[in-house]
């Protein structure tokens, strides 16, 4: 069992842990979010309407764009003014094919708008100078009279945007420049110096954190550059086999590889763990953010697709991942402030995909749903009384609660493919009303929605549980999670 006690209310849980990513790399900008005016597909002012309201309905809270490895090779004037006359370029990194530079600032912003969404864009230090970044900077928020808000005025845009995010530069440990750690720290603090804030409102700088378990970077970044950033991004990819020489089926696995990539998605707990031990040695006020700007499920592409485009079907196991990195970014997130998975339309572990006019929601789509209830909500330490470990159930199950308008909310996870897992929750009080009662449940434990077959895996009602007075018993099945949120006298 375990015990809730409203004394166990903790942290936030921001609802940026949510947020998203969209790459100019292969279907995830061009298709999966812009389809063009004159685009028979239905859209507003270019920008596909199906992937907005999609998103809209599971509130997402802030997108990343262009980049990934894409922003280190972008220079931001080749994608403003008017469309016919932007140069087409080569996107090298993802395929080899050509960039047309249609999709710019203008309109990333024009998506956040449709969306509600902040915006969080990374700036280009590999290949891009100083003058680069703080003109766009320029070009975004400055309201007045300058050359890069003139420009801005003459391509149509009369009020600077407000620009919440913005990170300096990408991977630089790889494809953003193969920099040693000392050499970044130093490279941050000169272009972070430009990222100025013209207008009212401050700009959240996020330098180049470490991929994966690379703690000499977070050491040295915290070291030499700590008092210079808002925040320091963190990457780390689920693998099944860890080995991005041979990641494996995204749709064809065993038990066992089913197993693997459960542990796999586990182990982030000991890099946020260990990288936020880090940080609090530079920073025990916890100022800094810890920005997990890429994770997500990575396996070897679609039979027959592009390489360079990253295409990967997604099945319940990606749902489960999710929930699972969900329930970490949850404990730790008095200091993850941020988190954006990799990515949100057509591209690895994506929410949405599609096949020219129809649009698909996947596993992964529902499992973002089933959590909206903890956007910015209180985190609930509540500890099994069992004496295991905090946030589990037994071998395979999980949970993470939530404090917010009154109600607590609820998730199990079952990531067992045989046994149920019966879970008993001791509410303050009396459970009163029951808000939500919802499972996300797929039939195999590679079940997915094609154009086929859109709503194999969807969101039903939930009945198996009890409530009893204060206790709340619940039995759930292989390969799902539940979300139940309850009110108590």
Not at 308 to 321: H, K
Not at 432 to 444: A, P
């Amino acid at each position: 069992m375990v015990t809730i006690t409203e004394d166990a209310r903790a942290h936030r849980i921001d609802r940026r842990i949510y947020g998203q990513f969209a790459e100019h790399l292969g279907r995830g900008v061009y298709e999966g979010i812009w389809v063009g005016d004159d685009s028979p597909i239905p859209h507003h002012n270019g920008i596909r309407s199906d992937v907005v309201a999609a998103l809209r309905a599971i509130k997402v809270p802030v997108v990343r764009w262009p980049g990934g490895c894409f922003a280190d090779d972008y220079h931001w004037q080749r994608g403003i003014g008017p469309r016919a006359e932007r140069p087409a370029v080569v996107n090298f990194h993802w395929g080899g094919v050509v960039e047309s530079n249609h999709f710019g600032t203008h309109e990333y912003f024009e998506l956040l708008h449709q969306l509600d969404a902040e915006a969080y864009i990374c700036g280009n230090v590999g290949s891009g100078s100083v003058t680069e970044m703080r003109d766009w900077v320029e070009y975004i928020t400055l309201d007045g009279t300058s050359p890069m808000a003139d420009l801005r005025k003459r391509h149509g845009r009369d009020q600077p945007w407000r620009l919440h995010f913005f990170g300096v530069g990408n991977e630089s440990w790889g494809c953003g420049g193969n920099m040693r750690p000392q050499y970044y720290a130093d490279l941050y603090r000169r272009y972070q110096t430009y990222v100025r804030p013209y207008g009212e409102f401050p700009i959240y700088k996020v330098a180049c954190g470490a991929n994966d378990n690379d703690y000499e970077w977070t050491e040295v970044l915290m070291t030499q550059a700590g008092r210079f950033m808002d925040g320091l991004s963190l990457h780390y990819y689920t693998i099944p086999s860890g080995d991005f020489s041979a990641k494996g089926s995204a749709i064809d696995f065993d038990d066992h590889e089913w197993y693997a990539t459960i542990r796999q998605a586990r182990r982030i707990e000991e890099l946020l763990a260990r990288h936020c031990a880090i940080m609090d040695t530079h920073d025990p006020d916890k100022r800094v953010g810890l920005i997990v700007d890429e994770w997500g499920t990575w396996y070897d592409r679609a039979p027959g697709t592009n390489p360079g485009f990253l295409e990967q079907p997604n099945t319940i196991r990606d749902a489960m991942v999710a929930a699972l990195t969900f329930n970490r970014f949850h404990r730790y997130a008095d200091r993850v402030r941020m988190a954006n998975i990799a990515q949100m339309v057509n591209v690895l572990q994506a929410l949405l995909h599609t096949d020219g006019p129809v649009m698909v929601r996947t596993p992964t789509y529902y499992a973002f749903a089933l959590y909206t209830d903890h956007h910015d909500a209180l985190f609930v330490d509540a500890r099994p009384d069992s004496g295991d470990a905090p946030g589990t159930i037994g071998a395979h199950g999980e949970y993470t609660v939530s404090w917010k308008d009154d109600a607590y909310t609820v998730t199990v996870t079952n990531a067992g493919l045989e046994e149920e897992v019966d879970a008993t929750f001791d509410l303050p009080g009396r459970i009163t009303t029951v808000h939500r009662d919802q499972i996300l449940l797929g039939e195999r434990p590679n079940s997915q929605n094609t154009v086929a077959d859109p709503n194999e895996v969807v969101l039903t009602e939930f009945n198996d549980y009890r409530i009893d007075g204060s206790r709340l018993r619940m039995t759930v099945p292989p390969h799902s999670i539940v979300t139940l949120r309850v009110s108590h006298a």
